[in-house]
T-cell receptor, first 113, second 111 residues
Framework: KAGVTQTPRYLIKTRGQQVTLSCSPISGHRSVSWYQQTPGQGLQFLFEYFSETQRNKGNFPGRFSGRQFSNSRSEMNVSTLELGDSALYLC????????????FGPGTRLTVL | DQQVKQNSPSLSVQEGRISILNCDYTNSMFDYFLWYKKYPAEGPTFLISISSIKDKNEDGRFTVFLNKSAKHLSLHIVPSQPGDSAVYFCAARRNNNDMRFGAGTRLTVKP
């Protein structure tokens, strides 16, 4: 069974631009969560989607948004990029919201210049 | 709010010895705890977990201990191997809510 895939793997943008990241969960998994990883901060929870609905949201500004499609694939969008948005963005999927273990994709490395 | 803390950013251990990675949490409502391992350029991979109703869970060379009264968990790796060198994240969740991660500890196992 294929793992979680994320595209693109690397991305370079400039301040003020917007970006869309994509995540395809493990087949059959319906919950998708997004995390931001920066040095020294660990993984910061962004949001979780299940059945095309946002279920949980972390403490990030409204510039960060996401959505989930009927096939469970998810996208994350960041508008008006700032230098501080440079990070590794990780997507994780799990079978259902009652499932404890999440499986991560390789991440998208976003660099904002 | 850093509800899960890994106070040691790095740890260096000799091959064959025990590695002990520590994690503290502040929210007593957490009911499930996990450890993930992360290699560079890869996403975290699940290692081992423990429910709050237990105080120990073992899987091969990896054992997780949970001390609820101290709000502390630890991961023991015995014996440590060079391939264990990675960043280790502890995570906690409650009632199917979002998972909270620590900042990670970089483990280096020297041959």
């Amino acid at each position: 069974k294929a793992g979680v895939t994320q595209t693109p793997r690397y991305l370079i943008k400039t301040r003020g631009q917007q970006v869309t990241l994509s995540c395809s969960p493990i087949s059959g998994h319906r919950s998708v969560s997004w995390y931001q990883q920066t040095p020294g901060q660990g993984l910061q929870f962004l949001f979780e989607y299940f059945s095309e609905t946002q279920r949980n949201k972390g403490n990030f500004p409204g510039r960060f948004s996401g959505r989930q499609f009927s096939n469970s694939r998810s996208e994350m969008n960041v508008s008006t990029l700032e230098l501080g948005d440079s990070a590794l963005y990780l997507c994780a999927s799990r079978l259902a919201r009652s499932t404890d273990t999440q499986y991560f994709g390789p991440g998208t490395r976003l660099t904002v210049l | 709010d850093q509800q899960v803390k890994q106070n040691s950013p790095s740890l260096s251990v000799q091959e064959g010895r025990i590695s002990i990675l520590n994690c503290d949490y502040t929210n007593s409502m957490f009911d499930y705890f996990l450890w993930y391992k992360k290699y560079p350029a890869e996403g975290p991979t699940f290692l081992i977990s423990i429910s709050s109703i237990k105080d120990k869970n073992e899987d091969g060379r990896f054992t997780v201990f949970l001390n609820k009264s101290a709000k502390h968990l630890s991961l023991h790796i015995v014996p440590s191997q060079p391939g264990d060198s990675a960043v280790y994240f502890c995570a906690a969740r409650r009632n199917n809510n979002d998972m909270r991660f620590g900042a990670g500890t970089r483990l280096t196992v020297k041959p």
